[in-house]
């Protein structure tokens, strides 16, 4: 199999997976918030469980999708045979965007959780600007985890045209 196309299957299936977990995690939140505000606190010993496979699901499934990128970048990096400063340069600046997006991810997941706990832990309470606050971290987090994910997504499109551009061009030469 030609190495392109395995990197570019590779890539697709690991970035989809990516995905499908990270919204799989926030169906779980959503039905962890859903299902306290029906007042089933009763059940608490299973809701927080789900809240962690939530978190843990929107995590792994940025993870996967970082990874993905990486492989993509990689491999452009393997197909420069002629050791493009240009490309050099646009990788470095997308790994510094990589760091930066992870630290973004990481604040977004704290706030999620952070938000879970308090307004789970004060929905039965008196306390409710502790539970309102709860929600508002939740929903910060949220938001900062979807446009992490969309981030993602442009990232993505612009190191797929990178290398589309880079296949043109080498092609052109051959």
């Known amino acids: 199999m030609n190495s392109k196309l395995y990197v570019t299957k590779y890539y697709n299936s690991l970035s989809t997976a990516g995905v499908v977990y990270a919204l799989s995690g926030f169906a779980l939140l959503g039905l962890a918030v859903l299902a306290n505000d029906f007042g089933l606190q009763f059940y608490?010993?299973?809701l927080y469980p789900v809240l962690i496979a939530a978190l843990y699901f929107i995590k792994i499934g940025s993870d996967a999708f970082i990874n993905a990128k990486q492989i993509?970048?990689?491999?452009?990096?393997?197909?420069?045979?002629?050791?493009?400063?240009?490309?050099?340069?646009e990788l470095k600046s997308k790994q510094i965007r990589r760091e930066k997006m992870l630290l973004f991810r990481n604040i977004s997941l704290i706030l999620l959780a952070v938000g879970s706990i308090m307004y789970f832990v004060f929905s039965g309470n008196s306390l409710k600007f502790l539970q309102g606050l709860g929600m508002a971290f939740i929903v910060i987090g949220s938001i900062g985890a979807a446009l992490f994910m969309y981030s993602l997504f442009i990232l993505g499109?612009?190191?797929?045209?990178?290398?589309?551009t880079k296949a043109s061009s080498s092609s052109a030469k051959n």
């Not at 491999?75 to 493009?84: Q, R, T």
């Not at 499109?157 to 589309?164: H, V």
């Open 157 to 164: 499109k612009y190191i797929a045209t990178l290398l589309a």
């Open 44 to 46: 608490m010993g299973f």
């Open 72 to 89: 993509r970048q990689n491999a452009i990096n393997n197909f420069d045979l002629n050791g493009n400063v240009f490309i050099e340069e």
